[in-house]
């Protein structure tokens, strides 16, 4: 399986941006799907987790009420709706994939990685 995110950019306090991760390959259905994001100097940290049939889903506080997670599994795609960014936001945001019925927020609890997009919020 191979992840494709993409959607990030440079954007103001308060705007918003929709990140995508796409995925090759087969059995997309089978994985929960998790965002995590790093920003500089600091350790990559949880952001967002859906579980295969959409059924569920998780949040870190920090973004809760703000971003919305959402699949497509008929597309392969993961998406992150973020509004109301904040300048803390600014971060590399991976996707990844997990053979958990269910979302986690645990690194560990997923096998394959994307190669991160930039979204940079200004103040």
């Known amino acids: 399986v191979q992840l494709q995110a993409s959607g990030g950019g440079l954007v103001q306090a308060g705007g918003s941006l929709r990140l995508s991760c796409e995925a090759s390959?087969?059995?997309?259905?089978?994985?929960?799907v998790g965002w995590f994001r790093q920003a500089p100097g600091k350790e990559r940290e949880f952001v967002a987790s859906i579980s295969r049939t959409s059924g569920s889903t998780i949040y870190a506080d920090s973004v809760k009420g703000r971003f919305t997670i959402s699949r497509d599994n008929a597309k392969n795609t993961v998406y992150l709706q973020m509004n109301s960014l904040k300048p803390e936001d600014t971060a590399v945001y991976y996707c990844?994939?997990?053979?958990?019925?269910?979302?986690?927020?645990?690194?560990?609890?997923?096998?394959?990685w994307g190669q991160g997009t930039q979204v940079t919020v200004s103040s």
């Open positions: 990844a994939l997990g053979s958990s019925i269910y979302p986690h927020t645990g690194e560990a609890s997923y096998d394959y």
């Open positions: 390959g087969h059995s997309f259905s089978r994985y929960a």
